[in-house]
């Protein structure tokens, strides 16, 4: 059975090792576009910061692929799937043959239209290519943009700031991170940006670039309006821009295909596309959302770690089924620690729940959000410690009625989940450790 | 596999785990040294409040370090690839020199198991004392609510206990 993953970052990485564990004859081919292999993009702005060397991108031994007997092709990119064929065409027309075709090609940096991507100075953040660049740019003093402030462009302004860099954020939102936190949490955010030298314009946008010899010089900002109406802001100098408008899926080589597509490649629980098999996993496929019940594309690394293991497990013929996603954040930076999972902002006037506690002076902020005694969303603001206790009730769907009124106190850990729920608990106390069952041959 | 088990009805939360933990991860290795150092070493194994309202005896309590999780969810989180499981020990093992402190792994640790080491910002975990016969926190416990046993064993155990151990209480 001739296997080929096309990408090689988390989800592709562990739907290999995953594959191996239940497979360890069958030839695996590895494709991607990046002449680099296996690096951690989470780590490129601690790169960019020179928090870490070049070195330590690397997420898997250098001997990885080969220990695992896996062929890898880099620099080169899927064009096409031909699901009748059962193969893949690359960009130099080469094709390569699969029984089992896995698609975790993951996403590519949005550029809205009105930045132009030939002028120097104005780059995304997605491939460590993109990182070097940004890196030789890199001037103390200078003056930098970023655009957007979800977190990408929060790494990226943290990391630009580190290196002696004037930051100015432009976000549309009222405040940063708005897809993973609330006001609540935001108010501190923004307190901590300020002390540390980061402008943020808020409610903002860029409108146009301007260069100067083919560098950029400014961008010129806009006033966005509660209705999404923009009208002219201040020009803003800078050198360097680093555009963080989110990531759309790389699905154009299934166009035409019978491959079901949305948002993101349509995947059921074994991680199958609508072809039988072809298998998605990653920032490029759409899945079950935990927290709110609905198909979406979670684009994290440990979602798209997850799925590809579900993958490599059911691609090897055994089987075993995902859950679903939770969407989930850890960011840090000097002064904050913030984690937040799931639905953080709910809907009005539908049942949710919402407990909050800020200690604004103690810069501590925490949020849980429950719908029919369920934890349905959590931020965290410099009290993450047990977020993981928490993040485990919200995805078993764990009614906590007997620890509703405790989950927000500093208190709250393990021990209080294994009082409330006794035997269930313990036999998850006691199981963690010991391999589960083998999964079932198909 | 052998684990550490810890029987909440013989834990009386005298927190010796911690402090022999901390000692056995300390540079020194003797308490009063250790007490010492800078930083100050951390215990992995914490003692958790098990009820919240107090029984007719006493408080139940619970000594917590990693379960070295068979399919543990940090290995996914870890965006550095810091953290393996030994497929052999079974040990689950952070590598201080690839972390971070991006707490993905806080983020997604079921038990609330990592320790955050807040000089160095680096996150931490039980070991299991792997270089020991006995962990130190299973070593220390006077009452003999820490074990390292095999799961069948701990359940054999706490079956045969005269009082209701691990029962729903309420």
């Known amino acids: 059975m001739r296997v080929v993953i096309i990408g090689n970052s988390a989800a592709g990485t562990g739907a290999l090792e995953a594959f191996r564990k239940w497979d360890r004859d069958s030839p695996v081919t590895v494709i991607s576009d990046e002449t680099a292999s296996l690096y951690s993009r989470c780590l490129l702005s601690y790169y960019m910061a020179d928090d870490i060397d070049q070195s330590r991108l690397a997420f898997r031994a250098r001997d990885f692929h080969k220990r695992l007997r896996a062929k890898v092709i880099l620099g080169r990119k899927v064009e096409l799937v031909d699901p009748e064929k059962q193969h893949v065409i690359c960009d130099d027309g080469s094709k390569v043959g699969y029984d089992r075709l896995l698609i975790a090609t993951g996403g590519s940096a949005k550029l809205p239209s009105n930045i132009p991507s030939n002028v120097d100075g104005v780059f995304v953040l997605r491939t460590i290519a993109d990182a070097e660049v940004i890196r030789r740019c890199i001037h103390s003093g200078k003056r930098a943009v970023v655009l957007g402030g979800g977190l990408v462009g929060m790494k990226a302004a943290f990391a630009l700031r580190k290196r002696g860099m004037e930051v100015t954020v432009v976000v549309r939102s009222p405040f940063v991170l708005s897809q993973m936190i609330d006001a609540g949490a935001a108010r501190i955010v923004m307190a901590r940006l300020k002390e540390h030298g980061i402008e943020t314009l808020t409610g903002a946008d860029v409108s146009e670039v301007e260069s100067v010899k083919r560098h950029i010089s400014a961008v010129k900002t806009a006033i966005v309006d509660s209705k999404g109406l923009e009208s002219s802001g201040k020009l803003q100098p800078c050198d360097l821009l680093v555009v963080a408008k989110g990531v759309t899926p790389n699905m154009q080589m299934v166009n035409g295909t019978e491959i079901q597509c949305n948002r993101g490649i349509i995947t059921n629980s074994k991680m199958q596309t609508s072809v039988e098999n072809i298998y998605a996993a990653g920032d490029v496929a759409e899945t079950y959302d935990i927290a709110t019940q609905q198909q979406s594309v979670n684009a994290l690394w440990t979602c798209a770690m997850q799925q590809g293991k579900i993958a490599g497990i059911n691609m090897a013929g055994r089987a075993k089924d995902y859950d679903g996603s939770v969407g989930m954040n850890s960011i840090n930076f000097p002064g904050v620690d913030l984690i937040s999972f799931g639905m953080v902002r709910p809907p009005e006037n539908q049942g949710y729940e919402v407990q909050t506690d800020g200690r604004a002076g103690a810069r501590i902020y925490k949020k849980v959000v429950l719908k029919d005694n369920r934890i349905k969303g959590l931020v965290l603001v410099n009290r993450i410690d047990n977020a993981g206790v928490l993040l485990s009730l919200l995805s078993r769907k764990v009614d906590v009625t007997g620890i509703k009124s405790e989950l927000l106190s500093d208190g709250f850990n393990f021990g209080r989940v294994l009082g409330s729920r006794g035997a269930a608990e313990q036999a998850r106390y006691l199981k963690a450790s010991q391999p589960t069952e083998s999964y079932d041959e198909k | ?170």
């Open chain 2, 1 to 170: 596999m052998k684990e550490i088990f810890c029987n909440i009805d013989r834990c009386l939360a005298c927190k010796s785990c911690e402090i022999a933990c901390a000692i056995a991860h300390s540079q020194s290795g003797e308490l009063i040294k250790a007490l010492q150092e800078v930083p100050s070493p951390n215990h992995h194994v914490t003692v958790l409040k098990v009820d919240d309202k107090g029984g007719k005896v006493r408080l139940r309590s619970v000594a917590l370090q990693c379960r070295q999780c068979s399919e543990p969810a940090c290995v996914d989180a870890c965006i550095a690839g810091g953290i393996v499981k030994d497929e052999i020990t079974g040990i689950v093992r952070f590598d201080r020199d690839r972390c971070v402190g991006c707490w993905s792994c806080t983020m997604v640790c079921p038990f609330g198991a990592v320790i955050r080491e807040q000089d160095s910002k680096i996150a931490v975990k039980c070991d299991r004392c792997e270089d020991r016969e006995q962990p130190a926190c299973v070593e220390a416990c006077p009452t003999g609510a820490l074990v390292f046993c095999e799961p069948e064993e701990f359940e054999a155990l706490l079956a045969g206990s005269s009082s209701a151990i691990w029962e729903e209480s309420k």
